[in-house]
């Protein structure tokens, strides 16, 4: 940066006549070593370098220092996070009892409930600091001269465990204060089934050791992050501990199977705890696994690869090579009908779920008829000695044919067709007249039963 | 900030006698830091004794007995080979004749292997205080041959384990000194030796720029001049180095350096001996010359030896406290002891001569560089022997009064800050630079205005005020502001020449004010001097009309381009349109 100096002396006025003088060029430079060290030096090396003229230079300085000054840390507790912990608080968290800070909410006490996990250091720090300009005891004696520091206590307690990171970490595994319900995945639409997964997840992800923790992601996420979200969940990696659940140990005891013994209470417990966890997580993952509609999707998708992969090899030698536009219409159009299919398929099911239920009884009330009708038909046969002149018996193998004709017979026509028949046979009577009834419902059946029937032809 | 924190940066200075090291602490600011033996001061010195290798100020001592195993003095013998070195005047180990490489040899004992072999012959040879014969399951004694580069190496490695130890970490970024005369050969000698060592090195920096960039010179702050010629001393343990320099915004361009490499604190020791072997001849009745000559008795030797360390202790007090400094030896000679003390009056009194020779230097140095001593706007001191009040008293009745001495950070620690503040410099570039390219952009020399360009008022006859001094490196700019009154103000620019106005003043010999005193080498004359250096307007560049419009000031901005061309602009403060500007 140009430095101005200011000259001790005043300029008087121009005198009157006076005349610019011609300019003309100063000296040739001559030539001197100079010390390659400092700050001056390193600007000029800057400038020829860069080949930046003065002002250029200047500019940029100006610029970094700038930036500098916006990215520069506030030190004190000036303008960083405003309003962070300035907040009144609520009643129920002033009266806290600090004798009771297992059950303090101690994100709340420093005013960071909207932050909670998410606070970093800095947030903590600065909080902590303004908290205590407002709540020290000092302060307070003096503003109402009540002795009462146990707010105070509850400011120190909670900024004690939330900058030391093992107590931290040890409430934040436990904070009851962020929800961990799962609602019933199975009654959600695929759009909402989503969203939710992507809350459940981006939860669960803050006990991960590794970090960053895959997102659940969109609807139609490609199968490698799909597949990767769920590898990362069923190898999951969690810090979560449940020392915050341990039942003190008798300090003031001196019996030390005592203390081993709750220790060793406290120990079992805090692994169950860790083991239910685990599990319960395992079996989230499990049961969104089952639900999850774009695995679904990628198994339709691969499958309809395969099928195209098979039809284009026998149909050009090789699958033709899309180029990726073509692909995504392609992608598109699959999932559009998809939808659209769906779609139908769902107002279809809707509407004839009642009307589908009543032919159904129907046709098994058919089938059962079905029978009776044959059994009938049969009888009649039977009782016409199998259409064999009067006085001889009929043979095994033309009984057999018959039946076997008739089976194929009623096979062909529709139930109401043998029911028809079944009464014209009836009608008719045994013998030859119902003979002539069956061989016309073979020749009504037709193109359908020929060359099948010899008996009854 | 924080960058500069998980950043830790050394700088060296590399003395031929001391050396001291300098970081950057967590407050950004540099600091010379003393080593494990809180020294902050590091004797350049090695002893090998038996099976013992003593580095720093624990050699010293050694020099008493073990002279013939104690190195010292090895930096100027960097990069030089052994017909260049001069090694005659080696005191301590012996050189070894090789013709490539300087190289010592020294006795010492190494471990016994598992044969018993017969004694070195050399050991007998080498020092009274070596074991004469060994037993089979003593160490055996051995020589060694360590060459300059490596004997570098050794003690540089010991000032960076000092670093380390305090920073924490290792220095990533590290500038380290040389001395002025130092050849290119010498500089990638040195170079070589430390990075043997394991220092990451950045920059070989020469001692009076270190000085330059310890006190900031021409970046301290708004009340500093922006264009001065100054003066660095350096006098250390062995030799004066004196740079005139011009100091322009910053920028530092040598107008003449030089040095004597008699002339050193060891002048003052010599005489301290002296006085002291004097003293104790007196009391004793035992004759000790002091400091002796090579052909003196080993008694004499010893004594000398044991008296120079004792004197080190008595100048540091000497130059930290007005009162007097002791001195005390025990079993001086003969088994006497001494024990004396010597005040500063006494003292400068014995050194007023060294201090003339000092000051005599300067002069001639100044001379040199085609200016006067009147002309120089600051003197900077650097070097342990600079610490001397009397030679701070000398070298200010020297120069013209207005002229400061300035001794503002330790000069004995100087050097050190310098180095560390470059090193830090450096390592933060800005912009994308890289420390190579920005340390190969200069030539051995650059263009600089030859002579200064000034402002006259019109219708006067001098120059009223320099804008551009000579000696700027190209391309510089400078910005005045002018106060002015409403009207229609013109300024004319002009290109001139330094003289030094001498003025007789006559006064009365008996008048004994030093304060307005300019000795010359002689001081024969009763007629007193003063000398102003002033600017002679020699060529008119150009001028400029502005019509100010309210009271204010006028900013004059003049650029002298890199080839040499002018750029002269003036405008009217908060009215950037109103302004008048030409180029040449």
Aim: with cysteine.
């Amino acid at each position: 940066m140009a430095s101005v100096i200011t000259l001790p002396f005043t300029l008087p006025s121009a005198p009157s006549g006076w005349t610019k003088p011609s300019a003309s060029k100063p000296s040739a430079p001559t030539q001197l070593t100079l010390y390659p060290a400092g700050p001056s030096f390193i600007g000029a090396a800057r400038r020829q370098i860069l080949q930046r003229s003065f002002e250029e230079d200047d500019k940029n300085i100006i610029k970094a220092r700038e930036e500098a000054e916006a990215s520069n840390v506030d030190k004190g507790d000036g303008s960083l996070y405003p309003g962070l912990g300035e907040e009144e608080e609520p009643h129920h968290v002033l009266s806290q009892d600090p004798k009771e800070w297992k059950k303090q909410d101690h994100y709340a006490v420093l005013g960071l409930g909207h932050l909670r996990y998410k606070a970093h250091d800095e947030h903590i720090r600065i909080a902590h600091r303004r908290k205590v300009l407002r709540h020290h005891p000092d302060k307070k004696a003096a503003q109402h001269g009540a002795n009462d520091d146990s707010f105070f206590k509850c400011i120190q307690k909670a900024h004690e465990t939330l900058t030391h990171s093992d107590k931290r970490k040890q409430f934040d595994s436990v904070d009851w204060n962020i929800e961990d319900e799962v609602p019933d995945l199975k009654s959600l639409s695929p759009e909402e089934f989503v969203s939710t997964c992507n809350k459940i997840f981006s939860r669960e992800g803050r006990f991960s050791r590794v970090q960053p923790v895959p997102e659940f992601g969109s609807l139609d996420a490609p199968k490698k992050e799909v597949e990767g979200f769920y590898d990362f969940f069923y190898n999951f990696d969690s810090w979560r501990s449940f020392e915050w659940h341990d039942k003190e140990v008798n300090e003031g005891s001196d019996n030390r199977d005592d203390k081993r013994f709750t220790e060793k209470k406290n120990k079992s417990e805090r692994t169950r705890r860790k083991k239910e966890d685990n599990t319960r997580l395992r079996t989230l993952v499990d049961q969104v696994l089952a639900l999850d509609p774009r695995i679904k999707r990628i198994k339709a998708e691969e499958k309809a690869a395969r099928d195209a992969k098979k039809k284009g090899s026998v149909a050009n030698g090789a699958p033709k090579a899309l180029t990726p536009a073509q692909k995504k219409a392609a992608e598109e159009q699959k999932k559009k009908e998809e939808a659209e299919k769906k779609e139908a398929d769902k107002k279809a099911n809707e509407a004839s779920k009642g009307d589908r239920e009543a032919a159904k009884k129907a046709k098994e009330a058919a089938r059962k008829n079905l029978k009776k009708w044959k059994k009938s038909i049969a009888t009649i046969i039977s009782s016409s000695n199998y259409f064999q002149p009067e006085g001889q018996s009929p043979s095994a193998a033309v009984v057999e044919k018959q039946l076997a004709e008739l089976d194929i017979l009623v096979d062909i026509l529709e139930p109401e067709e043998v029911k028809d028949l079944k009464e014209k046979i009836e009608k008719a009577g045994n013998g030859a007249p119902a003979k002539a009834a069956l061989v016309e419902s073979v020749k009504a059946a037709g193109a359908k039963g020929e060359g099948k029937f010899t008996e009854f032809a | 900030m924080a960058d500069l924190w998980d950043r830790s940066i050394l700088g060296i200075n590399f003395g031929q006698s001391y050396a001291s090291i300098a970081v950057i602490d967590k407050e950004g600011h540099p600091t010379c830091i003393a080593n494990e033996e809180g020294e902050r001061q590091i004797a350049c010195a090695i002893s090998y004794v038996g099976e013992q290798v003593y580095i720093g100020n624990g050699a010293l001592p050694h020099l008493v007995k073990n002279g013939n195993n104690t190195i010292m003095g090895f930096r100027n013998l960097l990069g030089h080979t052994y017909d260049e070195v001069d090694h005659t005047t080696i005191l301590t180990a012996p050189l070894l004749a090789d013709s490539s490489v300087p190289a010592y040899t020294v006795d010492i004992l190494v471990p016994p292997p598992a044969t018993k072999s017969a004694s070195n012959p050399r050991s007998a040879a080498a020092s009274g205080t070596a074991t004469p014969n060994p037993a089979a399951s003593e160490p055996i004694p051995s020589t060694k041959t360590i060459t300059v580069p490596e004997v570098t190496s050794l003690f540089l490695s010991t000032l960076l384990t000092s670093a380390t130890d305090f920073l924490g970490t290792k220095p990533s970024a590290c500038v380290i000194s040389a001395p002025t005369w130092f050849t290119p050969a010498q500089h990638d000698a040195l170079r070589k030796a430390a990075e043997e060592a394991g220092i990451s090195v950045l920059q070989v920096l020469d001692e009076a720029a270190a000085v330059l960039v310890g006190y900031r010179a021409g970046n301290a702050g708004e009340e500093e001049r922006r264009d001065k010629r100054v003066v660095v001393l350096d006098m250390g343990e062995t030799s004066l180095a004196i740079s005139v320099v011009q100091v322009s915004e910053g920028e530092y361009t040598v107008l003449n350096k030089g040095r004597d490499d008699k002339l050193g604190g060891r002048e003052f020791d010599d005489l301290l001996l002296k006085h002291f072997s004097k003293e104790f001849t007196k009391k004793t009745k035992i004759a000790l010359d002091l400091p002796c000559g090579p052909d003196a008795s080993p008694a004499d030797k010893r004594a000398d030896a044991k008296l120079l360390l004792a004197v080190e202790h008595t100048k540091r007090s000497l130059s930290a406290s007005s009162g007097a400094a002791t001195c005390a030896v025990e079993s001086l000679k003969d088994g006497y002891d001494l024990s004396t003390s010597i005040n500063r009056m006494r003292f400068d009194g014995l050194a007023s001569n060294v201090y003339r020779q000092v000051g005599n230097k300067l002069i001639e140095f100044v001379q040199a560089a085609g200016l006067d001593l009147a002309e120089i706007d600051e003197v900077l001191l650097a070097g342990a022997s600079t610490l001397f009040p009397g030679l701070q008293q000398h070298l200010s009745l020297l120069v013209s009064p207005t002229t400061p001495v300035t001794s503002t950070i330790d000069p004995s620690e100087v050097i050190a800050v310098g180095c560390a503040l470059q090193a830090l410099h450096l390592s933060t570039l800005k912009d994308g630079l890289k420390v190579t390219d920005v340390l190969s952009s200069i030539k051995d020399k650059v263009d600089v205005t030859s002579s200064p360009i000034g402002l006259v008022i019109p219708g006067q006859d001098e120059i009223s005020a320099v804008i551009v001094d000579s000696g700027a490196p190209l391309p510089v700019r400078r910005r005045v502001a002018i106060p002015v009154k409403k009207g229609n103000v013109a300024l004319e620019l002009w290109e001139g020449k330094h003289e030094v106005k001498v003025e007789k003043v006559e006064r009365a010999p008996i008048e004994k004010s030093d304060d307005d005193d300019e000795d010359e080498d002689d001081e024969e004359e009763e007629d007193e001097e003063t000398k102003t250096p002033i600017t002679k307007k020699t060529k008119v560049l150009g001028g400029v009309q502005v019509d100010i419009k309210g009271d204010g000031q006028l900013i004059l901005e003049v650029i002298v381009q890199r080839n040499g061309g002018l750029q002269v602009k003036a405008w009217e403060q908060g009215h950037e349109d109103n302004k008048d500007e030409f180029e040449v």
